[in-house]
């Protein structure tokens, strides 16, 4: 987007349009960018700094920003709205407190050049204990990124985080092995039939796995409720009607970028494989071009799916609890209409 096609500064709407998908879509490249990583501890206190002035109508009392916004207004514009980004790409929006680097998202597509060359490698696929070792790997550390990107309306306890870490992490590896032992009996198989299997296994493993992860890292939501909020952001209590839509769309997240990942990058390396079979016949090449066409696939593929839904989503007042459903805006005679809530990522 042009500087000059930046929309006013708005703390409650986005820059881009969050009601259409190509909307999302470019608002989570833009947050979940591995340049955002690179953001200095200074940078991000002077990003909230100008946020929490401007918020307060004091921004404006410093003469570098007074002549900011006369001489140059785009350029004052567009500093809010950066500002923004590098505060949303930081931070969680329940807390307001830093997301501990390696469990943001901006960083969840880079750790995928790693992760997933590993998970889909022939020599795990034919070894259980190998295996084992990844989809443990893999799955401990989506519940990090699971358990930090999670709505935070309540606090959660060691042992249920515990209970459902070690749930997550039991139910991804059987499904994994499950997945591990129908593919390696695949050889007395149409040639046809073997290809889907062993593609389409280890897909829909890794994604229910993700899936059950996500549920069980964030299952007192479920039972608790998360905390909705009226057009004008005040509280109105806690609905567990609201959680499962929100956990619902995040594991719809899950199976939309596994697709592209667990299926995408094991087609693309075997048209590779005919197509450049020069990048195969060394060891150290090929390991090379595994890692980059899965990194850059999961890069690619994680926004949108993030996108398919919004962070901060919203429900029909009748599609939740009876108690909300007619209640008023700040008291008033206007009955409230939606609610809404951060579904999480």
Not at 26 to 41: A, D, G, M, W
Not at 197 to 209: D, S, T
Not at 214 to 224: F, G, N, T
Request: net charge positive; aromatic share 10%; glycine share 6%.
């Amino acid at each position: 987007m042009a500087t000059n096609a930046l929309p006013p500064f708005s703390f409650k709407a986005n820059k881009y349009d969050q009601s259409i998908l190509s909307g999302r879509i470019q608002h989570f490249y833009e947050v979940t960018s591995p340049f955002t990583l690179f953001t200095s501890s200074e940078t991000l206190k002077n990003s909230v700094s100008i946020l929490n002035k401007f918020k307060t109508n004091t921004l404006l009392e410093e003469k570098k920003y007074m002549d900011m916004k006369k001489n140059d207004p785009f350029g004052f514009n567009k500093m809010l709205w950066d500002a923004r980004s590098i505060k949303e790409s930081i931070l969680h929006p329940d807390t307001n407190e830093p997301i501990f680097m390696p469990f943001r998202f901006s960083f969840f597509a880079p750790a995928q050049f790693i992760i997933i060359p590993l998970v889909i490698a022939p020599s795990t696929i034919a070894s259980p204990f190998r295996t084992t070792i990844m989809h443990w790997a893999n799955q401990s550390y989506n519940a990090g990124c699971n358990y930090a990107n999670r709505n935070i309306s309540s606090p959660t306890s060691m042992r249920t985080l515990a209970e459902g870490y070690t749930g997550a992490v039991a139910s991804s590896v059987i499904l994994a092995l499950g997945a591990t032992a129908v593919v390696n009996k695949a050889g007395a198989l149409p040639k046809l039939l073997q290809s889907t299997f062993r593609i389409g296994f280890p897909f829909l493993a890794c994604a229910v796995a993700g899936c059950t992860n996500l549920i069980l890292v964030r299952k007192e939501e479920l039972s608790d409720g998360i905390q909705l909020f009226d057009e004008n952001d005040n509280e109105l209590g806690k609905s567990v009607l609201a959680a499962k839509n929100a956990l619902g769309k995040c594991c719809a997240a899950r199976f939309a970028w596994n697709a592209p990942v667990m299926i995408g990058v094991p087609l693309m390396l075997a048209g590779l494989q005919h197509t450049l079979p020069i990048l195969f016949k060394s060891t150290k090449i090929g390991m090379a071009t595994t890692v980059l066409v899965s990194g850059l696939t999961c890069m690619v593929a994680v926004p949108p799916a993030l996108a398919l839904f919004p962070q901060y989503d919203s429900m029909d007042v009748n599609d939740v609890e009876p108690e909300f459903q007619n209640m008023t805006i700040d008291g008033q005679t206007t009955t409230i209409k939606r609610v809404y809530f951060n579904k999480g990522l």
